[in-house]
């Protein structure tokens, strides 16, 4: 479904997080290199940062990397992408904090992502919880 409104803006990345995750374990695991990844760090005042792995795909045919004008399609073409590790995916479920983070970037309050039934199917038979976090900007 594309989104003919260019004020809204949308990312899509796989996050895998954990006080104890390995990112380099992570890639080994699922022989795919990732977007983003930092190991487990402590700050100055002894907090915890957990460490992380992304991946927001490699087949993003849009202008802007990572960016996408219909959230749907962003996520059905990661989707695609992770379709054939997706047992791998579900058996960190038990032990990390996996989900589909997505951006939403807005510059105007009329609208947000649409979804179709056959998306949602997919993100529930993928069983990775969505997160959509949402930004505005007047630029």
Known sequence: MTNPRTNHRYTVELRIASEDLDPDRITRELGLNPTRSQAPTSRNDGRQIPG????????????????????????LSVMRELHPIRS????????????????????????????????????????????IDTYFSSE
Do not use: M
Request: glycine share 12%.
């Open 52 to 75: 992380r792995w992304s991946y927001c795909g490699n087949s993003i045919p849009n202008a802007e990397p990572g960016e996408w004008d219909s959230l749907e399609d962003g996520l």
């Open 88 to 131: 791998q995916l579900a058996a960190y479920l038990d032990r990390y904090s996996v989900i589909w983070w997505c951006g939403h970037f807005q510059t105007s309050f009329d609208g947000g992502p649409t979804f179709s039934a056959e998306l949602l199917k997919q993100l529930g038979d993928f069983g990775v919880p969505l997160f």
